[in-house]
C-alpha cells in the first residue's frame, strides 16, 4: 500500500472560518474526511499533517524519507516566499511532491503569483477548492503506475 504524506501549512487549520468567499464555508475537519475518503480509494494509506510552523513543517518532510512515497503539500503563504520549505522538498527527491491550492493562485494578489517551491515539485494544481486535493491524489495514483510500468 503506497503511503501518502499530505502536509498543509500555515492557517489551513481555519478553513471554513477563514474568506469564505475564496476557501468556501466547509470546515478543515469535513474537508480532511473528503480527503481520507478519496485516499483509501485510491489504495493510499495517507497521514494528513497541518502545522502553522515552518520548522515543522521542514522535519515533516525531511521525514518522508524511506517512509512514504509522495507527498501532497499546500504551503499555504509560505508556498510564495519560503526557500528552506523549497530546499526541504529538494532533500527528498526521490518522494514524488505535488504543490496545491484550493484557490487559484494566478488569479490572486500578485505576490501570490510566485511560487518557490513549484520548481522542486512534479506538478501543481490550483483552483479546485477542496478537489484540488483529489486530483493531487489522483496525480500520485498515476504517477505511480507509470513508475510500475517502468519497472515492467
Ligand atoms: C493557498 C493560497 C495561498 O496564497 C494562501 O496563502 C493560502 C492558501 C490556497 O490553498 O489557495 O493560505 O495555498
Known amino acids: 500500500m503506497k503511503k501518502i504524506l499530505f502536509i498543509l501549512g500555515p492557517n489551513l487549520n481555519m478553513v471554513g472560518l477563514r474568506e469564505k468567499n475564496i476557501y468556501g464555508a466547509e470546515t478543515a475537519e469535513t474537508i480532511n ?40 503539500i499546500n504551503a ?41 517551491i513549484g520548481a522542486v515539485c512534479r506538478g501543481q494544481i490550483s483552483g479546485f477548492g477542496k478537489f484540488s486535493y483529489r486530483l493531487a491524489l489522483e496525480a500520485l495514483s498515476d504517477i505511480f503506475e507509470s513508475e510500475e510500468e517502468k519497472n515492467d
Open 33 to 72: 474526511e473528503d480527503v481520507r475518503r478519496w485516499a483509501s480509494e485510491l489504495g493510499f494509506d495517507i497521514e494528513i499533517f497541518q502545522s502553522n510552523g515552518e520548522g515543522e513543517i521542514i522535519s515533516k518532510i525531511h521525514s518522508a524519507l524511506g517512509g512514504k512515497d509522495g507527498i501532497i
Open 76 to 116: 499555504g503563504a509560505y508556498t510564495h516566499y519560503s526557500y528552506a520549505i523549497r530546499d526541504a522538498i529538494a532533500c527528498v527527491p526521490s518522494v514524488p511532491t505535488i504543490e496545491v491550492h484550493m484557490s487559484n493562485v494566478h488569479a490572486r494578489d500578485e505576490f501570490r503569483h510566485k511560487t518557490v
